[in-house]
């Protein structure tokens, strides 16, 4: 990893940790150890999905071998602020708000993806009780929320697990009018993230 990449998240107060193309851990923090329990020389080399085991609002496995923020960044998408629920070291559930910054090697297609971690109020761990429900609050059906019969129909595919180009393919539409419609999505769910959003969607029972 780079030099002054490397000194970057080492230096920050913020708990942060790095990963390369191949989703290994390269780079952990002092602030990420604090709040998570492992030190670096246990995580480093490892890959991120096998030690945080990250969860949705609904406890279902988010953090998994390649993962939608890794193909969010091939596709140079942008990646909104998102919200898991990590385990700690001793097992306990810690509500986490990750944002990620793409740092792409000069000459090469490689990048790596640097975790800023916050930690959020509420997790039964240091945290208090376990977090279950997406960001937003908004509540109403398809037509209160202005969703299109599309739009619906790509959250449908995003719930099912598919990609952004996935949902293009699977659509017969162009990757960019589906990257538009999940924007759109975000914005009249008033939610961050994809995690967000499905996860609204499921509890408002619109797909």
């Not at 080492?10 to 709040?35: C, G, K, P, R, Y």
């Not at 390649?66 to 629920?85: D, G």
């Not at 039964?124 to 398809?142: A, I």
């Not at 999940?182 to 509890?203: C, F, P, T, W, Y």
């Amino acid at each position: 990893m780079d030099g002054d990449l490397a000194n970057v998240v080492a230096s920050t107060a913020e708990a942060a940790f790095v990963t390369d193309e191949e989703e290994t851990i390269i780079s952990w923090n002092e602030a990420a150890q604090s709040l998570l329990g492992w030190s670096a020389e246990e995580v480093l080399g490892k890959a991120c999905f096998g030690v945080l085991c990250g969860v949705d609002a609904f406890g279902n496995r988010y953090c998994k071998q390649e993962c939608a923020v890794k193909e969010m960044a091939k596709n140079s998408e942008p990646i909104h602020r998102y919200q898991l629920i990590y385990t700690s070291k001793e097992g306990k559930p810690v509500p986490v708000e990750i944002s990620i910054v793409v740092v792409s090697n000069p000459g090469s297609e490689s990048s790596q993806l640097v975790h800023l971690i916050r930690p959020l109020a509420g997790g039964d761990g240091p945290l208090g009780e376990p977090t279950r429900g997406p960001v937003s609050t908004r509540n109403g059906g398809p037509e209160e929320l202005g969703l299109s019969d599309r739009e619906l129909e790509i959250l449908r595919l995003l719930a099912s697990g598919k990609s952004s180009r996935e949902a293009a393919n699977e659509l017969g539409i162009k990757y960019a009018t589906v990257r538009n419609h999940v924007q759109n999505i975000l914005r009249k769910l008033g939610v961050h993230s994809r995690v967000e959003a499905v996860s609204l969607a499921l509890r408002n029972k619109l797909i």
